[in-house]
């Protein structure tokens, strides 16, 4: 009985999971296959990808054209249901309405979370981004190197399915053979961005993300990520067959019903299911940590969506995989009199340096892409290609203004067009219309191109968010208020941002849409939360006086509590953050298996 | 309505960014909403909409524009996008509804593009009367055209015209984005996808060579 209600669950499992994302997804599946009965505990509803996801569909069959809206922000077909920037009945508050003052917080009340609709860009950190302390002094170093996690990178690579290629480049780790998929053909406009970007020493190879160019290596797979385990092999084998190599079509954001890229509900969640050691309950919103004797934890409190109904789950071992903010958010509502600031805060690190992604984008528009045959550019549904930060020996020579670096992701072609596709088209036709309109939307269409940076942002003091003890959700939990800051680093970078695109794009012969570059970092840089890689607030560090998990994803003050979702980063390096996080939550949970057959969880 | 009265629109069809910051943003009281997200009456289609079932305009929320204004609304979207030898005209393939199913929605851009395509329309039928003594979708073609041609470009269309460009610009849009969208639009743009194939070759060597790039 794998979706179980919430009524009929287990009197006691090995371990509570509370989230069903990268992080909970990746942390139940390690779990599961090797024998633990774990409860994972999901906040929104069931949601299936086999027959739920959009796939052909077509926007004249969508309201308003599938154009984004409160409801749906990144249009009607995304993936994500019941999340976005706002969730009905389940507020959150600022100390200003000032916009650089402001932390957006993106959430998926949903089975699988917010890997459903994911970019699937899978970057594995750099050794420079697990110690940025040593090299400039500024933020914290982690207390592990990247020779602790790339075992991990290794393992989820070879799991989940990515696509890329190695490079060499510095920073920019290579993965072993047999961990990446090959990369796909890049477009018409990859081809002519690479070819006038090299002319300005920008590197542009191919991108890496969790997509299925080709079948999984079903044969000798299992056996590397499960070696003895003949059970977990049989599954994860049979799972692995059962995916399919990508079409070739329909936008990965959508979803894919035929399991072709990750999703947590598509690659982590059904072998889990299929060991018999996983029960799910959905519409689980976990209030609070339930501490029991002895100073450990005894379970968690959540509120029964369906039934209102409040009820209690016990476990050996609690992981919290709620995503950063949430994570959180329960452990300072878990107040009792031995931790009256709420668990795991001795430190008073609990809700300190949230980060986001430094974010700025530019659009442009390239005549030699005018005019060009119809051919078919849906490819692998996203970024085909990418430019990995460059330029580090300018960094160390002190030749930029800012710290640390960002990587640029890239794209044009001839997408499904969408409600906007063609708006604000004035800017080239001087205005046109009638049958001239029709001609000059052939010319155009397909003949843009959009540059988007992603940096990395220093934690800092002004960013973190806290118990807004005076609002409420409508399941009566106290509710987060976010406090945010940049620092010059980050806005100076996001005008270095917008200077570089805006070189890449007169290398290319073409036109900076909308006036820019711009040369304002407070115009130039995305509000905070908008670029969706929230990590912090609960970082490991290597001393228990200055952050909440210890090396292993394990709470310095409850130790058989753990963090394994983005809330343990103690950096946030411009690669994307999903592949590190469930790298780290396997890491985790092989620590967690390890201490209870030492009996010592 | 003269040129003096669309000052009084002016004000009224102004982006409001306030607007959008409440659509987006937190930091608003709790709701009552339901469990699933589901529509309220008037709020829109929910947080869980069914994915897959095919929409029609005015399904999920009222119309709100009378016929004298689709009358006008079909003119002009058709002098936008008119018939030509690839392909038929905006009117022929469902954007009026569409362009009235946008106006209607219960969303906050939505809405801040209703006062400003309500106004205009008004404004619109009010200066064709004014110049030709017809309303816009019963005037003659060179004088639709004469009057388009004083507000279709933002950038050059001087006072008393400059708002009425800005309903121009946007009525252009949404007629773009409803043609577009449609598979009669694909065939005319040239979008081939959206079909499942075994393997993704990459561009044409044709176009590589006309470009002068190597795979």
Redesign the interface.
Known sequence: MPFVNAANIAKEYDVIVVGSGAAGGQTAYTLCMEGAKVLMLEAG?HYSPGT???M????????????G?????FG??DAT??????????????TT?APSG?F??WRARMLGGRTNHWGRLSFRNGPYDFKPHVRDGLGFDWPIGYEDVAPYYDKVERLIGVYGSNEGLENTPDSPAGCLLPP?????SD??IR?RAKTLGIPVVAAHRAVLTQQLDFKRSPALLHPGNHKAQEILARHMRQRAA?????PCGRGCSVRANYQSTTVHLPPALDTGNLDIVT?AMVSEVLMGKYGSAQGVKFID??SGAERVASARVVVLAASACETARILLNSKSAGFPQGLANSSGKVGRYLMDTVGSTLQAQIP?LES?????????GGDQVYSPWWLYREQRAGKLDFARGYHIEMGGG??????????????LT??????K??ED??RY??SFVHFEGRGEMIPNDQAYCEIDSS????WGIPVLR?HWQWSQHELRQAVHMQKTFADIVGAMGGRVKGGGPITDGAQAIAPGGHIIHEVGGTIMGADRTSSVTDSWCQTWDVKNLFVTDGGVFASNADKNPTLTIMALAWRASDRILDLMRRKEL | MDRRDTLKWILAASASPLLQRQALGGGQAAGTPALRGGAEQGTGYGSDPDMLKRYKAGEVWPLVLAPAQRRTVTALCDLIIPADDYSPGASAVGVVDFIDEWVSAPYPRQQQDRTLIEQGLVWLDAESRQRFTAEFAAAKPADQAALCDDICDPARAKEPFATAARFFARFRDLTAGGFYTTPVGFKDLGYVGNVPLPKFEGPPLDVLRKLNLSA
């Open positions: 509803r739920e996801t959009p052909f569909q077509t926007p004249d069959m969508a309201p308003l054209r599938g154009a809206t409160p409801h749906k922000p009607f077909y249901i019941d999340g976005g920037w706002s969730v009905p009945g389940e507020p959150y508050t600022q309405e402001r957006d917080w796909p053909a890049p477009l018409v081809l002519l070819q990508c079409l070739w079509a329909t519409d969506k369906v030699l060009l045959p119809a051919m078919n550019e849906d490819a692998a001839r997408n499904m067009p969408g409600a906007g596709t063609l708006d604000g088209l004035e800017w001087a205005g046109s219309y009638g049958k309109f029709k939307a052939r269409y397909g609002t409420k959700d409508r976010f």
